[in-house]
Every structure is written in structure tokens, then in C-alpha cells.
């Protein structure tokens, strides 16, 4: 929404102290996830889907390219995120894994550890068959961006390795340069508690 110049209202609903489980939220989101936009009680829900209105309703900038061949590189990018690295990251994964298998913190954390690594291992893979490029993709930001950003904040908490992504934190890096990013980064937003 930063890129894109939006106005919005930020209703932060923290996760750790269980907000996402309350009645109310519920009414809110089906799936009991974040984020969720509202626009005039009309509610969409998941990341990408949500970033993807936003680019159709206010193509300016650009999200995702106009070839369709490169949108869908983009898209594989984002994916590869998205579904492959983020739900390590989720919070009810990592609680399951202490509260119902009791697993140790640090087990815990060299499990999450080794399948964020493997998962941006393959992400700078992908990225070394694309042609040089300051971001994910191509010299202006992405969705690819959009999706990378966090989970490399995610990774930086656990103490995840990035020797050998150069690509990757290439373009972490460009992101988090910009205002945009700086504005949407997770240690700005208010319910942020590292």
C-alpha cells in the first residue's frame, strides 16, 4: 500500500497474544488469519491475493510485469515464498511444534532454520537464471519484493545463514532502501514486539 501510495488505516492484530482467536476478529476473518483488507466492509484475505487487488485497482506502480510470460516468472517468485518459506514462519506451526510435540526451543529453531535456508537457497537458484536486476525482478519492485521482505526480517530473528544468496539479499537490500519498504517493514509496524 506504501508503493502504491495508498491511504489506509493499519488495525494491528497481534498474533503472539492470541487477538486472532478472539470472537470479534472472527467476524472479521473466516480463516482467523492476517492480513486481511477491508474496503467499505467488503474483506479479502491472504497476502498475495490482497497485493494483486491492489496492483489491478491501482496499476501505478506496477507490481507485476505486462509481458504475461514475465508475470508469471514473478508470480513463481512470489510463490516460492509464499508458500514454500512463509509457512515455516507461521506462528501456529512453531507453537504446535513446542506446545503439542514438545519440541525444544532449540530444536525448534534448527528445524525452522533449516527449512527457511533450503527455501532461499532455491529462491537465489531461481533468481541466478534471471537476467541481473536490482530487485527480485527487474529494476523496480515486485510482488516478488513485496513477499521477500518479510520473511527475511522472519529469518534475521531466527538467525537464519544468507551466505551464498547474494541475489536474494541484493535485492532485500534495494527494498529496504526504499521509504516504502522502510514504512511496511514489520519492526515499523505498531504491534511489532521483537
Not at 1 to 14: A, I, N, T, W
Not at 77 to 84: D, H, R, T
Not at 88 to 93: A, D, E, H, S
Request: aromatic share 8%.
Amino acid at each position: 500500500m506504501h508503493l502504491k501510495g495508498l491511504d489506509f488505516e493499519y488495525l494491528p492484530v497481534h498474533i503472539a497474544k492470541g487477538e486472532h482467536k478472539q470472537a470479534a476478529y472472527a467476524e472479521v476473518s473466516a480463516d482467523g488469519l492476517v492480513p486481511v483488507l477491508d474496503i467499505n466492509g467488503q474483506r479479502l484475505s491472504q497476502s498475495l491475493a490482497i497485493i494483486e487487488y491492489l496492483d489491478e485497482l491501482h496499476p501505478e506502480p506496477a507490481l507485476l510485469p505486462v509481458d504475461p510470460f514475465e508475470r508469471a516468472q514473478v508470480r513463481a517468485l512470489s510463490q516460492s515464498i509464499a508458500c514454500e518459506i512463509h509457512p515455516i514462519n507461521n506462528l501456529r506451526v512453531l507453537k504446535y511444534l513446542s506446545a503439542e510435540l514438545h519440541v525444544s526451543d532449540e530444536a525448534k529453531n534448527t528445524w525452522y532454520r533449516h527449512w527457511v535456508r533450503t527455501g532461499l537457497e532455491a529462491f537465489e537458484r531461481q533468481l541466478a537464471q534471471l537476467p541481473a536486476s536490482t530487485y527480485c525482478f527487474g529494476n523496480t519492485p515486485t510482488l516478488a519484493d513485496c513477499c521477500l521482505v518479510p520473511q527475511i526480517f522472519n529469518a534475521q530473528r531466527f538467525k537464519v545463514n544468507f551466505e551464498g544468496l547474494p541475489r536474494t539479499m541484493a535485492a532485500y537490500e534495494a527494498c529496504i532502501q526504499l521509504p516504502a519498504f522502510q514504512l511496511a517493514h514489520p519492526s515499523a509496524c505498531p504491534d511489532n514486539e521483537v
